[in-house]
């Protein structure tokens, strides 16, 4: 921070408060002995996401937020739970503590989500998530809900997961 004096780049400090979330520097040029204050403010840490491809993108919580509100368009729904819903993601993914997150754990945390709150959303957003490459899978996944309807335990979900995984290396060696 030049010295609003005289420009001279370096200053020292002389004295520092913390004001809640900022703190504010006394400061004192070190050529002309101007004294001036500065405030520090905490900044958002930026959150990268990693790609499939293995690209990283900073985490947009806009996206996120319409990506879900599609999965979620027209379903009977209280004003307010996708949002709560992006919020609850946000705050998980924070909570990690890392910088760089892989897409897919983000994917999990909203189909896992979105399974307790609308099956319909749920199989949307798992369609485009898990990209089923053909109606079986498709089928597989509302079979999997429909058991877990009818009693089953919430762990039923999971041969959705698998289900989908399975269709992907499947994908994956064909490619090969
Ligand atoms: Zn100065």
Redesign the pocket.
Known sequence: MK?P????PESKVIDSRSLGDEIRRRRE?I????RFTTYERLQNRSLYIIKKDGRREEFDRDKLFSGIRKACEKRPMPTGTIEKLVENIEVDLYSLGKTEIPSSHIGKSVVSRLAEIDHIAYIRFASVYYEFSDISALKQAVDTLIDSKSGAPLSGQLPLINAAEIARQKRRSKQR
């Open positions: 010295c004096s005289c420009g001279e040029c050529k002309c002995r101007f």
